[in-house]
C-alpha cells in the first residue's frame, strides 16, 4: 500500500536552531510529496510539495525539504525555528488509484522553545 | 476570495442525531474532499467527489453519506450520529486539471456525539 511514516509524534527544538521534522514514504513509481502545517484550531495549509526536479524544495515561511530517493525520505527542514513555527506538521503522499488522492502521515508535533 | 469555508464551527449531538456538515469552495476547484482528523491518525478520507455529479467512498465512509449540489458546494451528512463520530472533520478542494495537486483545507468542524 502507498503510504507515508512520520516517525516522531514530536519535535523540540529551541528557538534559533535548525529543525528537522522527519517523513518516509512508499509508493510504486514516482512519488509526489507534500508537506502541510495545521496551526491550532484552523486548517492544514500547504508548505511545499516535491514533483520532479531538484531534490532540496523550497516553500513557504522558510520551510525546505530534502527528497532523497535512495532512503525514500522526504524531510521537512528550517535552518532557524521560530516559536511561531510550533505547530502540526503532516506529510503526504499523492496516491494514483484512478483518481489522484492524498494519503497523510500521522502527523509530528513541532515545539520551538524561546 | 474566501477559499473553503465550512460551517458550523462547533456541533455537539446526541447518538442517533443527525446532521449535515457544509461546505463551500469559491476558487472553481472541480475536485472536493471530506477528511476527518482523530489525535494519532492523523487525517482519513471519508468521501471524495472528482468533479460535479460524482461521490466516491473513500478510507472510511460507514455512517456518513454525501452530496455535490453544484460545483461549489459538498456537503457530509451524518444520518445517526454515534460516539465514534466525535471528531473534527475538514473539507478540502483541489484542482485536477492542473498538475500542482495540492488540497485546500477549510477550518474544520469539532463535532461532539454524546
Known amino acids: 500500500a502507498q503510504s507515508v511514516a512520520q516517525p516522531e509524534d514530536q519535535v523540540n527544538v529551541a528557538e534559533g536552531n535548525p529543525l528537522t521534522v522527519k517523513c518516509t514514504y512508499s509508493?510504486?513509481?514516482?512519488?509526489?510529496l507534500f508537506w502541510y502545517v495545521q496551526y491550532p484550531n484552523r486548517g492544514l495549509q500547504f508548505l511545499l510539495k516535491?514533483?520532479?526536479?531538484?531534490?532540496l524544495v523550497k516553500g513557504s515561511y522558510g520551510f525546505e525539504a530534502e527528497f532523497n530517493k535512495s532512503q525514500t525520505s522526504f524531510h521537512l527542514k528550517k535552518p532557524s525555528a521560530l516559536v511561531s513555527d510550533s505547530a502540526l506538521y503532516f506529510c503526504?503522499?499523492?496516491?494514483?488509484?484512478?483518481?489522484?488522492?492524498?494519503?497523510f502521515g500521522t502527523g509530528t508535533r513541532l515545539l520551538v522553545s524561546p | 476570495n474566501a477559499g473553503v469555508t465550512q460551517t458550523p464551527k462547533f456541533q455537539v449531538l446526541k447518538t442517533g442525531q443527525s446532521m449535515t456538515l457544509q461546505c463551500a469552495q469559491d476558487?472553481?476547484?472541480?475536485?472536493m474532499y471530506w477528511y476527518r482528523q482523530d489525535p494519532g491518525m492523523g487525517l482519513r478520507l471519508i468521501y471524495y467527489?472528482?468533479?460535479?455529479?460524482?461521490?466516491d467512498k473513500g478510507e472510511v465512509p460507514n455512517g456518513y453519506n454525501v452530496s455535490r449540489l453544484n460545483k461549489r458546494e459538498f456537503s457530509l451528512r451524518l444520518e445517526s450520529a454515534a460516539p465514534s463520530q466525535t471528531s473534527v472533520y475538514f473539507c478540502?478542494?483541489?484542482?485536477?486539471?492542473?498538475?500542482?495537486?495540492?488540497?485546500?483545507f477549510g477550518p474544520g468542524t469539532r463535532l461532539t456525539v454524546t
Open positions: 478540502a478542494s483541489s484542482d485536477r486539471d492542473r498538475a500542482t495537486y495540492e488540497q485546500y
Open positions: 509508493v510504486s513509481g514516482n512519488p509526489y
Open positions: 516535491y514533483i520532479t526536479g531538484d531534490n
Open positions: 503526504a503522499v499523492r496516491v494514483n488509484t484512478g483518481f489522484q488522492k492524498l494519503v
Open positions: 476558487m472553481n476547484h472541480n475536485s
Open positions: 467527489s472528482a468533479s460535479e455529479g460524482t461521490t
